[in-house]
């Protein structure tokens, strides 16, 4: 199956986002499964970008939360890729969008915890992490009433940083908790206080 998927990627052009379609489809509860994830598939192929849908073949089989007609427009819009039903997915979003380059983006819910558990040591896990929270994509909004509204990808470290006197702390100024692709919009900004000189 692997072999089967890495011909699919290499005989696609380099992805644009690489959506984790089962764990798309299921993110808005009140809707029909094939119908929320045409939902998101449609509103990004209006941009012209190149999307891969990921999913498992019992998607592609008739029921009441996988109707035929929604997932042939999902696959007019998108590539696709059905694994089997007993394959775990992550491995391939994964290589699907490393192997598209560094302006491709994914969406999954998925926080990917197993996988970082999985290098070697902290400072592969942290460079992990950073390459999650610049490329996975977070949905704030449902589609089903108002537009998808998704979480801006920040261009900078959310990390304690210093520039000369002042050091910026971000912070969460409630104590929810938050996903690994979520990074705090709160700073702390301390400058170093020079001693009057009198």
């Not at 970008?49 to 998607?59: A, C, F, P, T, Y």
């Not at 942290?126 to 977070?138: D, M, N, P, T, V």
Request: aromatic share 10%; hydrophobic share 35%; charged share 25%.
């Amino acid at each position: 199956e692997l072999k089967r998927f890495e011909s699919f990627v290499n005989s696609c052009p380099p992805f644009d986002i690489v959506i984790d379609g089962l764990n798309v489809a299921k993110m808005f509860p009140k809707g029909r499964e094939s119908q929320n994830l045409l939902g998101v598939v449609s509103q990004l192929a209006q941009q012209n970008l190149q999307l891969l849908v990921l999913g498992r073949k019992h998607m592609l089989r008739p029921s009441s939360q996988w109707r035929k007609e929604e997932m042939e427009q999902v696959r007019k819009q998108a590539h696709c890729f059905f694994a089997d039903n007993i394959s775990e997915d992550d491995p391939f979003l994964l290589y699907a969008t490393l192997n598209s380059g560094n302006h491709c983006k994914f969406i999954t819910k998925d926080l990917l915890r197993d996988h970082k558990a999985c290098l070697p040591d902290a400072r592969t896990q942290r460079l992990f992490f950073k390459w999650q929270q610049g490329h996975q994509l977070a949905i704030m909004k449902g589609f089903q009433k108002s537009k998808l509204t998704f979480q801006h990808i920040l261009s900078y470290d959310t990390v304690v940083q210093r520039t000369g006197d002042s050091w910026h702390i971000p912070y969460d100024e409630d104590l929810e908790q938050r996903s690994s692709c979520e990074v705090p919009t709160k700073w702390l900004c301390l400058q170093r206080k020079t001693p009057d000189p009198y």
